[in-house]
């Protein structure tokens, strides 16, 4: 109920954007479709397009999902079904500027679908090819080889296949004076040393890459595509899974094939070959992995009869140990306007807390007229409707003046603290059978103290930060005492979690009731539990989840290389397994 009635408020907060495409979209998208002739629409399946039988099925061009298809596609037949459409031509998800039009644009189209966890955190799941890395904040930097071990995975094979993504769309940043700020005040208050440019997960402060270029362009991994072999390789656009197909008449259920809905709403059904290696590859993300296995018949029984779901498998781990790492930050007014900055700087502390920042607005001629959501410092605008005023009509009211508001307004910046592997958890369940809603998410955010001690640590290594001379210089009151910051804070973070009085005067409290998302939620197929450590589906066979569904913990500071990475590692891995030193990978 609470996820219902805040969709509808996040769809009036949020549906306020003009998308405006630009004069030279068209020819931008003609020559993208040249190089990139592996891409149809799924409507074209039915003309015969796609009509072969495959090796590999994958469910989801994502951030894991097209690393994975470019990989396999160089020895075998390929088919990637992707939801949403072409990240090509769309300015809001190649330019750093649009970073926040992509996620406050709420249309079925978008390539960004919001939801909101039962907790009240407004939060947000790719719908595009390329994934999260189409509408992410684009900071790149590799999990810790102590991490690789806890998984288990092969050393020498992932530090092969993170500079295979890093070579074709990785680049260091250049580090905006915000971000600078955050780097000399994270010295300053003794989150140090200074590692300099680095991906590597080391303790102190360091520059991370990033997947914008110099001039503030997006890379995503989509373009991971371009390494695939194209003979090999079909990659249908808005084509939606409704669910895989079993023949359940062996001794264990076996997937066979998937059936989708186009473009037009048409439905058609795909098969694998018969050789008996081919595999369906479910690569759909957090919340897409644990829904496609629940509509597919693998789940807890009880909850897939209440949807009448044919049973294939029961398995009571599918969607459970959902977990979210929290964010909360803090927002600062600055004297003048501060340059557009996303992450660029990570501050790691030994007690896994990690210290990042945000600034600016986003000043390009297609972001000035829209709300840009939950990172934007123009929240601070909105938060002047207190939290409880903020009716659908002051919401209106808000839109209807927003483009007369000056810009020197939306002057400022966040510091921003995150949990690194919380020991609070979740799960998800269905909502209905309709592949297209969200299914329902809890993440329980502090709901162990473990967790909320870190918070606590990370807003005082916050406060010490802001009171050092590079924030003092910055901001628009030298005398901004903590409890000043908190409040403001309080009143900018949107969620839909009530206030309580004393939340400047608690830490605790305050982290409880501004906490936000970075958008590493992760979990739903956990390996031993749904999965094997090959990321076989337990108890089926031709089924994989290779995705962040299947992390207990969300690799590194910031995921997104990792889950890339493992897209590369596991197609590496899957050649070599089938063809020995053929595999020539
Ligand atoms: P995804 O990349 O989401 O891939 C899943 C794909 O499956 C999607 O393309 C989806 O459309 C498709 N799909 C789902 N269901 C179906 C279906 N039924 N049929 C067909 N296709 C389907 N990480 C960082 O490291 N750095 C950052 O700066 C950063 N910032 C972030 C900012 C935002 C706003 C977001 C949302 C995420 C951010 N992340 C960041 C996190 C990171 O991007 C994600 O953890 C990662 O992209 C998840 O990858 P995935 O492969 O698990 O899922």
Known sequence: MASRKGELFVKILLLLCIFRPSQGREESMRSSKAKHSYLKEASSFSTGAGKEEYDYII?????????????????????????????????????????????????????????????????????????????NAGFYTRASPSYVEEVGWDGKLVN??????????????????????????????????????????????????????????RHTAADLL????????RVLLHATVLKIIFNTKGRQPKAIGVRFKDENGDRHEVFLNRREKSEIILSAGAL??????????????????????????????????????P?????????????????????ITKIGTFIEASSGFGQSSDSIHCHHGIMSAEIGQLSTVPPKLRTLEAVREYARNKPSIPHEAFQGGFILEKIDGPLSTGYLNLVDTDVDNNPSVTFNYFSHPYDLHRCVYGIRTIEKIVQTRQFAG?????????????NMSVTANVNLIPKHTNDTAS?????????????????????????????????????????????????????????????????????????GRAAGV
């Open 59 to 135: 469910i989801g061009g994502g951030t894991a999902g097209c690393p994975l298809a470019a990989t396999l596609s160089h020895k075998y037949r390929v088919l990637v079904l992707e939801r949403g459409g072409s990240p090509y031509g769309n300015r809001n998800i190649s330019y750093l500027q649009n970073f926040h039009i992509s996620l406050a644009n709420t249309s079925p189209k978008s390539p960004s679908q919001s939801f909101i966890s039962t907790d009240g955190v407004i939060n947000a799941r790719a719908r595009v090819l390329g994934g999260g890395t189409c509408i």
């Open 160 to 217: 092969e296949s993170y500079p295979w993504v890093e070579k074709r769309i990785v680049y260091w940043p250049k580090v905006a004076p915000w971000q600078a700020a955050l780097r000399n005040g994270l010295l300053e208050a003794g989150v140090s040393p200074f590692n300099g440019y680095t991906f590597d997960h080391k303790y102190g402060t360091k520059v991370g890459g990033t997947i914008f270029n110099k001039k503030g362009f």
């Open 226 to 233: 371009e390494a695939g072999n194209p003979k090999n390789l």
């Open 288 to 325: 897409g992995s644990p829904q496609m296995l629940l509509l597919s018949g693998i789940g807890p029984e009880e909850d897939l009869k209440k949807f009448n779901i044919p049973v294939v498998l029961h398995n009571q781990y599918v969607g459970k140990g959902m977990s979210d790492n």
């Open 327 to 347: 964010m909360n930050s803090i927002f600062i007014p600055t004297k003048k306007p501060v340059q557009q900055s996303l992450i660029q700087i990570v501050g």
């Open 474 to 486: 910055l901001s628009n009151d030298d005398a901004f005492s903590a409890e000043r910051l908190l």
């Open 507 to 579: 830490v605790e409290q305050f982290c409880k009731d501004t906490v936000i998302t970075i958008w590493h939620y992760h979990g739903g197929c956990h390996v031993g539990k749904v999965v094997d450590r090959h990321y076989r589906v337990l108890g089926v066979t031709r089924l994989r989840v290779i995705d962040g569904s299947t992390y207990t913990n969300s690799p590194g500071t910031n995921p997104q290389a990792t889950v890339m990475m493992m897209g590369r590692y596991m197609g590496v891995k899957i050649l070599r397994e089938r063809l």
